[in-house]
C-alpha cells in the first residue's frame, strides 16, 4: 500500500457542508411558514398532538417533494405512466436524498393479494418449486394462483410477406383454481333471506330492504315481466319460472308503458349489493348483506387457491400449498434445509427474505394471509422487510408510527431496526407518539401546540433533555405514567367464550366481564384479535370498531361521513320551504361550475395536476343561489365551515336549535375533534383524527357492548388520557367495553385484563393471565406484567 507523507488536515470539501436538510416556508395543509434544519445521517423523531402538522411536514413536504424530483429525472414518456406529484407549497427546501417512505396505508384487500404476493415471497417460491418440484408440472406461472390456465385453437392470419392463414394453438397451464378463481372461498346466497316463498309477488314476498311490492319499479319488473305469475307463491313456480326468476338473462320489458331491463333475481342482487364496498353501505344494508352472503372455503382445493396440479407437485413431501401455509419462521428452517446447488442463488434470496419476517417481529405470519386481514402496523412492518438487507447508503427513511400495534416488548426490537438504518449511514425520519422511541432520537422536532388551525407551528427543536425541559403539551406528558386503579368496577355479568380456535387460537375458554372496562393484551401476532373478532361476532348487542381505513374522497367530510349533514339540510329545506338536495353540494344544489367540489382541476398529462378555486362559487361549492336560503343568520357553507365546537354551540341553543345534529357534534367533542370544521375534506385528515372520527360515529349505534381495536393508534400522549376519561363515561352509562391494546396506560386504566401468549404464532394462542391489573402488575409473570410493572414504577 502506497503511504501518505502529507499529514496535513485535508482541506474541507464543498459537498462536506451539505449536511442538513433544510426547509424554509412550509404551508402545506395547516403548517404555518414552518422553517426547520434537520440533521442529515441521524434519528429524528418528530412528535406532537395528533393533528398538529407532523405527516405535512415530514410526508406531505420532505418526502413527497423527494419523490417527485426523483420522478422527474425519468422521460416524459415513463412519467405519463406514473403517479403525477405537485411540487409542496414550500419556499425553500434543500439537501434532500432518495426517500423511502415506509407508511401505514393499508395493503390492499383484493381478494388475491397476500402476504407473499406483496413481498415477492410467493414468486421466488414458484420459481423453487418449477425447478424442483416433482412431477413437473410447468413454469413458475403453474403454480400461481392468480393465473389460470388458458387453451386455445383456430386460424390465425400472419401479415408478413405474403398474408397466409395458419392453423394454431395455444396451451398455458396456471395455477389457478378453476372453482374459486383463486380465492380460496365461494359464496353463496341464501335464498330465504331474499324472499317468503309461501308468498307470491303481489302479496309482498321479497324481505330485500327498499323492495316494496306496490310502488318499487324493481319488484314492478318482477311482477309484470310475463316470465312468472305475480299471484303464485314462489315455491309452486315451474322449474322454468324459478330458473327466469332466479337467473333468467336480461331482456328489455315493458311495464306501465315503460321499457326496463329484466334480469334473474341472483345476478341483480350481485350487481346492486355484492359489487359495493361494504363499509360504504347503510347499516341496514349491510346487515342483509351478512345475513343473506355466505362465504364459505372452496371445497375443490380446500382453501389453498391452487389447482390439484400445483398442488400435486412436491418438494421433499411439501407442495407449495404446505410451504404457503406454514408459519414463515417454520418456513425460513424448511428452505434453509433445502441443499441444492442448481438453485443456490434462489435458496438464499428467498431465505433472506424469510428470515427479515422474523427479525422484524412477524414470523407468525404465513404466505398465505391475506393481506387485508392485517393490522395497520403489521402492513407497515411488511413494507419495511425490503429495506432491511438493502446496502443503499446516504437514504431517508420516512417512517409513519412504526410501534403501531407492537407490544412493548416488540417496540425494544423495532427500535434496534431504526438504530441500525441510521448507523448505516442513512437519514431516518420519524413520526412517533410512544415515548420509547422517542427517547432513542439523536433529534426531536415537536409540533403543536394544538390540532387543527392551532398546530402548523415548531414549538421545540433538539433533544430529548431539551423537550423534558421544555414548556410543551409533549415535554410536559413525556413522563406522564398512568397509576393502577387501587378500585375496579365490579361485572354484572359474564360473556362466555369457549373452544375459540380461529388462527392461532388454542381452544380457549375465557369469561369476558360485562359493565366493565376489559383490556385485552399480549404480544403481538399473540391472538388478541383472532379472540375479539372471531369470538364476539357484531350483532345485535355488539358495536365492533376495528382498524380499517374510513373510505372517503375529497368530496366527503365530517359533516356527510357522521350524518351530521342530513338534518342540518332537512332543517334548512324546512326553513326556507324547499327540497332538502339543494342543500347538498353533490347533489342538486352544487355549483355548475365545480360540480360541487369548490375547485377546478386541470389535468396536464405527465405534469403535476393544477387545481384552483372555482371562479363561479369562490370555493363555496353552492350555487349563488342556494347561497341565498339562511337559517338562524347563516347560509350552508357558512355553517360547513364552522369548527365542531363553535357548531356545537349553533345548533344547541336559540333559533338554531336542532337536537339530532348537536348529539353528532357532541360526540365528535368527546373523542376531542372539536377543532375539526365541519366541511374539511378526509383527505386531509391525520390518521389519528380518522380513527376518533370512526369512533365518534360508531358511537352513536345503540349496543351493550363496545369492542375497539387499538383506539391509540395515532394518539398523543395528551389525547390518550382524554381517551381514558371517554371510555370511563361510556362504561359508566352502562356499556361495557372490550379493548384490544398496548398501551400501559390504558392497561393500567383497566377493570380486567386479558393477557394472550406466551409469544407468537404457534407460540402463543392461550391465555396465560385473567385478573385485575394490580394482579398482573404484582405477580409478573408475563412479559406484559413486566413492562406494565415497569410503567408504573412498580
Not at 364552522?642 to 368527546?670: N, Q
Request: charged residues 20%; aromatic residues 6%; contains cysteine.
Amino acid at each position: 500500500m502506497a503511504t501518505r507523507t502529507d499529514t496535513r488536515a485535508p482541506a474541507p470539501q464543498a459537498s462536506d457542508s451539505h449536511d442538513l436538510i433544510r426547509v424554509h416556508g412550509a404551508r402545506v395543509n395547516n403548517l404555518k411558514d414552518v422553517s426547520v434544519e434537520i440533521p442529515k445521517r441521524r434519528l429524528t423523531v418528530f412528535t406532537g398532538v395528533s393533528g398538529s402538522g407532523k405527516s405535512s411536514l415530514v410526508f406531505s413536504t420532505i418526502a413527497a417533494e423527494s419523490q417527485r424530483m426523483i420522478n422527474e429525472t425519468y422521460s416524459a414518456f415513463v412519467q405519463g405512466f406514473m403517479p403525477t406529484l405537485a411540487r409542496p407549497e414550500v419556499d425553500v427546501l434543500e439537501g434532500l436524498t432518495t426517500a423511502i417512505i415506509v407508511d401505514q396505508q393499508r395493503l390492499g384487500a383484493d381478494p388475491r393479494s397476500t402476504v407473499g404476493t406483496v413481498t415477492d415471497a410467493n414468486a421466488m417460491l414458484r420459481i423453487l418449486f418449477s425447478r424442483l418440484g416433482e412431477p413437473h408440472i410447468g413454469p413458475p406461472g403453474a403454480y400461481a394462483f392468480n393465473v389460470p390456465s388458458v387453451r386455445a385453437s383456430g386460424a390465425i392470419t400472419v401479415e408478413r410477406g405474403n398474408k397466409k392463414t395458419v392453423k394454431a394453438t395455444f396451451d398455458r397451464t396456471g395455477g389457478m383454481c378453476p372453482r374459486c378463481e383463486g380465492r380460496g372461498t365461494v359464496s353463496d346466497i341464501d335464498l330465504t333471506q331474499l324472499y317468503d316463498d309461501s308468498k307470491s309477488l303481489s302479496e309482498g314476498a321479497f324481505t330485500i330492504p327498499g323492495w316494496k311490492s306496490d310502488s318499487q319499479w324493481t319488484v314492478q319488473v318482477y311482477a309484470q315481466s310475463g316470465f312468472v305469475d305475480p299471484d303464485k307463491p314462489i315455491r309452486r313456480y315451474t322449474r322454468k319460472e324459478l330458473q327466469d326468476f332466479l337467473y333468467g338473462e336480461p331482456v328489455k320489458v315493458k311495464v306501465n308503458g315503460v321499457n326496463l331491463t329484466y334480469e334473474g333475481l341472483i345476478p341483480k342482487i350481485q350487481k346492486s349489493f355484492l359489487s359495493k364496498d361494504k363499509e360504504a353501505m347503510q347499516p341496514h344494508i349491510r346487515a342483509f348483506v351478512e345475513r343473506a352472503v355466505t362465504f364459505t372455503t372452496c371445497p375443490e382445493c380446500e382453501g389453498t387457491r391452487l389447482s390439484e396440479g400445483a398442488r400435486s407437485s412436491k418438494i421433499d413431501r411439501v407442495s407449495i400449498a404446505d410451504a404457503c401455509a406454514m408459519q414463515i419462521s417454520d418456513l425460513a428452517a424448511w428452505v434453509r434445509g433445502l441443499d441444492e446447488p442448481s438453485v443456490a442463488p434462489l435458496l438464499t434470496a428467498l431465505g433472506g427474505t424469510l428470515d427479515s419476517f422474523v427479525e422484524i417481529g412477524l414470523g407468525y405470519l404465513s404466505l398465505d394471509r391475506p393481506s387485508g386481514t392485517l393490522s395497520g402496523g403489521e402492513a407497515q412492518r411488511v413494507r419495511m422487510i425490503r429495506h432491511l438487507g438493502s446496502s443503499l447508503t446516504d437514504v431517508t427513511y420516512v417512517f409513519d408510527e412504526p410501534t403501531i400495534g407492537l407490544h412493548p416488548h416488540d417496540i425494544q426490537r423495532m427500535n434496534g431496526l431504526l438504530l441500525r438504518l441510521r448507523d448505516k449511514g442513512n437519514t431516518v425520519l420519524v413520526v412517533e407518539h410512544k415515548p420509547e422511541t422517542i427517547v432513542i432520537a439523536d433529534h426531536i422536532v415537536d409540533l403543536g401546540p394544538g390540532a387543527g388551525t392551532a398546530g402548523g407551528t415548531v414549538c421545540f427543536e433538539g433533544t430529548v433533555e431539551g423537550l423534558r425541559a421544555g414548556d410543551t403539551v409533549t415535554g410536559r406528558h413525556f413522563d406522564d405514567r398512568a397509576a393502577v386503579k387501587k378500585t375496579v368496577r365490579e361485572p354484572t355479568g359474564v360473556l362466555e367464550i369457549r373452544g375459540a380456535h380461529t388462527h392461532n387460537l388454542r381452544e380457549v375458554d375465557v369469561d369476558v366481564p360485562l359493565g366493565v372496562l376489559t383490556v385485552v393484551t399480549g404480544v403481538a401476532g399473540s391472538g388478541k384479535s383472532s379472540l375479539v373478532h372471531g369470538s364476539i361476532p357484531p350483532g345485535e348487542n355488539v358495536v365492533s370498531v376495528d382498524q380499517g381505513a374510513i373510505r372517503g374522497s375529497r368530496r366527503s367530510n365530517p359533516a356527510t361521513y357522521t350524518g351530521l349533514l342530513d338534518p342540518i339540510r332537512k332543517a334548512f329545506a324546512k326553513a326556507n320551504d324547499v327540497k332538502p338536495a339543494l342543500f347538498s353540494a353533490n347533489s342538486e344544489g352544487a355549483c355548475p361550475g365545480c360540480n360541487g367540489a369548490g375547485v377546478v382541476y386541470s389535468d396536464l398529462a405527465m405534469m403535476a395536476g393544477v387545481a384552483s378555486t372555482c371562479d363561479e362559487c369562490e370555493g363555496k361549492r353552492f350555487q349563488p343561489a342556494v347561497l341565498e336560503y339562511r337559517f338562524a343568520g347563516r347560509d350552508i357553507s357558512e355553517v360547513l365551515a364552522m369548527s365542531v365546537t363553535e357548531a356545537e354551540e349553533f345548533f344547541g341553543t336559540g333559533e338554531g336549535r336542532i337536537p339530532a345534529a348537536h348529539r353528532v357534534l357532541g360526540r365528535l367533542s368527546d373523542v376531542g375533534l372539536g377543532y375539526l370544521s365541519l366541511g374539511q375534506p378526509l383527505t386531509t385528515l391525520s390518521g389519528g383524527e380518522r380513527q376518533r372520527l370512526k369512533l365518534a360515529t360508531h358511537m352513536a349505534e345503540k349496543g351493550g357492548v363496545y369492542v375497539l381495536d387499538e383506539p391509540t393508534a395515532g394518539l398523543h400522549l395528551a389525547d390518550v388520557q382524554q381517551l381514558l376519561g371517554l371510555l370511563d363515561r361510556i362504561v359508566d352509562s352502562g356499556t361495557s367495553v372490550v379493548v384490544v391494546e398496548h398501551h400501559q396506560a390504558v392497561m393500567a386504566h383497566a377493570d380486567w385484563i386479558i393477557d394472550l401468549g406466551p409469544g407468537a404464532g404457534h407460540d402463543g394462542g392461550r391465555i396465560v393471565f385473567e385478573g385485575t391489573p394490580a394482579d398482573l402488575v404484582a405477580g409478573r409473570a408475563t412479559l406484559t406484567g413486566e413492562h406494565l410493572a415497569a410503567y408504573v414504577g412498580a
